[in-house]
């Protein structure tokens, strides 16, 4: 069994950073696709960003200039570096993991940006 675990969200004024953290532990060692969605209260859950096996990354349009995705292989762990946060950015983020068609999903961490 796969399991995800994620830390580094908390609360922070509009303008700072935050780096999000995922460890994957189990029995699967490379996923073709580790990403970062989040869930704001009363909306879907979005794609945030994704990052291939390959390393190649993709990110939702609103947070491209100011978002970073990076994996370390050795370590199994995914990150999202968040800079310039801003109050739209308050959500639960998830982080996930893909091979083929399965995926699995960690529990989730708040983040909130407010002043």
């Known amino acids: 069994q796969v399991q995800l675990v994620e830390s580094g969200g908390g609360l922070v004024q509009p303008g700072e950073s935050l780096r999000l953290s995922c460890v994957a532990s189990g029995k699967i060692f490379v996923f073709d696709v580790m990403g970062w969605y989040r869930q704001a209260p009363g909306k879907q859950r979005e794609l945030v960003a994704t990052?291939?096996?390959?390393?190649?990354?993709n990110y939702l349009d609103s947070v491209k200039d100011r978002f970073t995705i990076s994996k370390d292989h050795f370590k199994r762990t995914v990150y999202l570096q968040m800079n310039s946060l801003e109050p739209v950015d308050t959500a639960v983020y998830y982080c996930n993991a893909r091979i083929a068609a399965m995926e699995w999903w960690g529990q989730g961490t708040q983040v909130t940006v407010s002043s």
């Open positions: 990052v291939t096996s390959g390393g190649s990354t």
